[in-house]
């Protein structure tokens, strides 16, 4: 267990001690929510594509419901027919939520050699996950941001998690101030300690703002937590939401 102290802004709230454990199984924090039980039902629920300048999708969602190649129960797939060939944006799902400050866990397993997909914090950040990649553009790496802790990674055919505290922009007068700020565990090793982001990455077929000043033109608007679909087998579970407001522009935990 990890002891972490984050402070909650508001008249009528002060600053809460919760405990948080890390890596693959972990359980919801208190007052956070289940995004992704690996049902049909949760996925219609809470999820909707993208609706990106590429989507290609039209509802229902057609990710699939799987049964877990390593536990008990059922997962989802992210391979969409409407992505073959690794169309990005074309089939991606993201939370009907929205959201600004956040903490998040992420369970992903990648079945195949160079398996791909992501993991977009406010449909504008991504985390990277890339089988075989250990670049600034690979494993759970801030995309183009920090290099991959590829050390971190379980590898094919296991299941990998995500634990994620997340602070967003701020904007006074409607001008950029603090960026964005995220600290990262995978697998439960601290990989990311108050990660600063720069931009959005990957043009407008990535996600919000991405075609506003090359990726540079971040507004100060909310959004949701988004995966990709690439065209690759890579599965999804246990994935959870607590929402967040941090005073400070720091995410350790």
Not at 4 to 27: D, E, K, M
Not at 176 to 184: A, I
Not at 204 to 216: A, C, L, Q, V
Request: aromatic share 10%; proline share 4%; net charge neutral.
């Amino acid at each position: 267990m990890k002891r972490i102290a984050l402070l909650a802004a508001g008249p009528a709230l002060a600053a809460t001690l919760a405990q948080a454990q890390v890596g693959v199984g972990t359980r919801m924090l208190t007052g956070a929510e289940m995004y992704l039980d690996g049902s049909r039902k949760m996925l219609d629920e809470k999820w909707v594509y993208w609706d990106g300048p590429r989507l290609k999708a039209k509802p229902p969602i057609k990710w699939t419901v799987v049964k877990d190649p390593v536990d008990e129960g059922t997962v989802i797939n992210c391979n969409d027919p409407a992505s073959a060939g690794g169309l990005y944006g074309s089939a991606d799902i993201v939370t009907k939520k929205k959201f600004r400050d956040f903490r998040a866990h992420v369970e992903f397993l990648i079945t195949k050699e160079g398996g791909n997909s992501g993991v977009y914090l406010q449909n504008r950040y991504e985390i990277q996950v890339l089988d075989g990649d250990t670049t600034s553009h690979g494993m759970a790496a801030v995309i183009n941001e920090s290099r991959s802790p590829y050390f971190a990674y379980n590898g094919i055919g296991k299941w990998n998690a995500y634990d994620i505290l997340f602070r967003a922009a701020r904007f006074e007068n409607g001008k950029l101030v603090e960026q964005p700020m995220v600290t990262l565990y995978f697998n439960g090793k601290k990989v990311h300690t108050n990660q600063r982001i720069s931009q959005v990455w990957g043009g407008p077929n990535s996600g919000i703002d991405g075609g506003n000043d090359g990726g540079k033109g971040i507004t100060d608007t909310p959004g949701g937590l988004k995966l990709q679909s690439e065209g690759h087998d890579v599965y999804f579970r246990n994935i959870w939401i607590k929402e967040m407001e941090l005073t400070k522009p720091d995410t350790d935990f």
